[in-house]
């Protein structure tokens, strides 16, 4: 995790999950969508995109109405995000964090997560230093990760050639007072047992973790 790797943003961190690299920018701007305004709260929001190159193949650039895929990446990066607060009272200001996959190798969607939640600690910090709130509202960080079984054997940190193997999915998001926040689990090929699920929920634990841990020493906590 490389904290401030855009020098504009408020807060920035480009997250490396094996070869998937993703740069999350928190950008904070004063002012909230009309649907909050006159309630004194702030908001987050998150926008994913990938770049053309960032797989095998080129893929062409989404414009104007972006995919399902998309949107709903767009929604879980937000959520987690979100769930790092209590609640929304700081003010009308937003947060916006895009996250732009520069290469892909499986788990785009999670290495956004882990990185965005590195990036929004420092745009709060960033309006906490320019004296616009006292204290950040940031209450817990969030990391992901995604896990599965291959071949019969659950595995974590799926990379491409394994995700698309996978008799069972997994994406899971925990915040670092070892709360859940979100779990996606599938199974592609079949179904799995409760004794497959809470193998993968371990994994998943376990991982995050750690992520959580680089998280602290991104920064210097």
Wanted: with cysteine; hydrophobic share 40%.
């Amino acid at each position: 995790m490389q904290r401030g790797a855009v020098a504009y943003a408020e807060g920035s961190c480009l997250t490396s999950f094996g070869n998937t690299r993703v740069l999350c920018a928190a950008s904070v701007e004063q002012g909230v969508p009309g649907w909050k305004k006159g309630r004194g709260e702030g908001w987050i929001t998150a926008e994913y995109s990938m770049l053309p190159r960032a797989t095998h193949t080129r893929t062409a650039r989404e414009r104007g109405q972006i995919g399902g895929r998309t949107q709903e990446i767009q929604r879980l990066i937000g959520r987690s995000v979100r769930a790092m607060l209590d609640d929304f009272a700081w003010g009308e200001w937003t947060i916006k964090v895009d996250c732009d996959v520069l290469q892909a190798d499986g788990g785009t969607r999670t290495a956004a997560i882990t990185g965005a939640s590195v990036a929004v600690c420092d745009a709060f910090g960033w309006l906490v230093s320019q004296g616009h709130l006292a204290v950040s509202p940031v209450k817990r960080r969030v990391a992901a990760v995604s896990v599965g079984i291959v071949s019969g054997i659950a595995c974590s940190d799926l990379c491409y050639d394994e995700d698309v193997r996978a008799e069972v999915d997994m994406n899971v998001v925990m915040a670092s007072n070892g709360q859940f926040v979100e779990v996606q689990g599938t199974g592609e090929h079949g179904t799995f047992d409760r004794a497959q699920l809470d193998a993968l929920l371990a994994l998943a634990t376990a991982s995050i973790v750690e992520l959580d841990e680089h998280q602290r020493r991104a920064l210097g906590a």
